[in-house]
């Protein structure tokens, strides 16, 4: 069902028209006027919704009442959410989203299709990942029909160093949706992870391909903990996970949100694009509330703690150890929050 522009497809237009029609029926023929298409084809349509799982009720002589939804972040349903304007703007048209019931990891599949000559934009979403990963190699739960997995193939035109801001940007983003949701006391960790009352609720995994010192393409990777229950992680992940929905006391649509996610993501986008990353930074700055935290940096061969100063201009923390009282610039490794504050 993927349209072939950047317009909604007939049926994420008639998703929309029964959404706001709030439960009262809408004519076979008020849509078909709508979408320029007979009767017939309007009930060709509806009935792919609901091979889809959307249940769909049809009244004689009255017409169609969206019932209920399934909570499947497909191209359609997210399609649908997203804005008018985002869709217009053709990054994240709805034929460039890819919905799968199962990969072993979006990150690996879209680096794959992204080195066949995927679209800028293309989105990889999956319902369960089976060997889905997070930063350093480790293992990410992907557990089906609760949580987001998805990654964003971008071919922005910018240095290989700067690769790494767009993992600041879209955790500016996530926090934002995360915030909208319901939970605003989230908070960005350097350099990926999101947190919900001191546990990670989010990660993010950005690689990139480089030919000629340029960035070919970046994939960002998200993985969020949405609607599972942290008993059924693996016990070692669930001990250190937050879920929103256990946070929230609430499920949340997984489509909506990862649509919203979108809507906000390319906003920053086109900022980062026009005015590189210095706006980026100093909102990032104050979204996190990591300057005059106390932290411990663990790198591959030593380990420190300190007192997160800054970011510098490329987005790499800047850190005043306290064995040696000299500023350290930290490109790559852990760093936890301790609870002293200085």
Known sequence: MSPSS????????????????NGKPVSGRLLGIELGISRAAVWKRVEG???????????????????AEPDT???????SFISRDVLADGLFAAKKIQFFTNLDSTNVYAGKIARDGALDGT??????QSKGRGRLGRVWDSPSGVNLYFSLILRPLIEPRYAAQLTLLTGLALAETIS?????????????????????????????????????????????????????????????????????????KRS???????NRFLGWYRLYLAKGFAP???????????????????????????????LDVDGFLLVKRDDTDKEARVLAGDVLLLKKDC
């Open 123 to 128: 989105v990889v979403v999956a319902d369960c």
């Open 256 to 262: 909506a949100f990862l649509a919203d996610f979108l």
């Open 280 to 310: 980026i930074r100093s909102i990032w700055l104050e979204r996190s509330r990591i300057k005059g935290r106390w932290v411990q940096v663990n790198l591959v061969d030593e380990s420190f703690s300190g007192v997160a100063i800054d």
């Open 180 to 252: 909208v949701a319901g939970a605003d006391d989230v908070e960005i960790k350097w350099p990926n992870d999101l947190l919900l009352g001191g546990k990670k609720v989010a990660g993010i995994l950005t690689e990139m391909s480089v030919e000629e010192n340029r960035v070919q393409f970046v994939v960002v990777g998200v993985g969020i903990n949405v609607n599972v229950e942290t008993s059924d992680l693996t016990p070692q992940i669930g001990k250190i996970a937050a879920t929103l929905t256990g946070h929230l006391k609430k499920k949340v």
């Open 49 to 67: 919704l609901r091979k889809s799982g959307y249940q769909v009720e049809s009244y004689p002589r009255k017409g169609y009442v969206l019932v």
């Open 73 to 79: 972040p497909t191209a359609e349903a997210v399609s």
């Open 6 to 21: 950047s317009q909604p497809s007939c049926e994420v237009q008639i998703l929309n028209t029964l959404r706001d029609a």
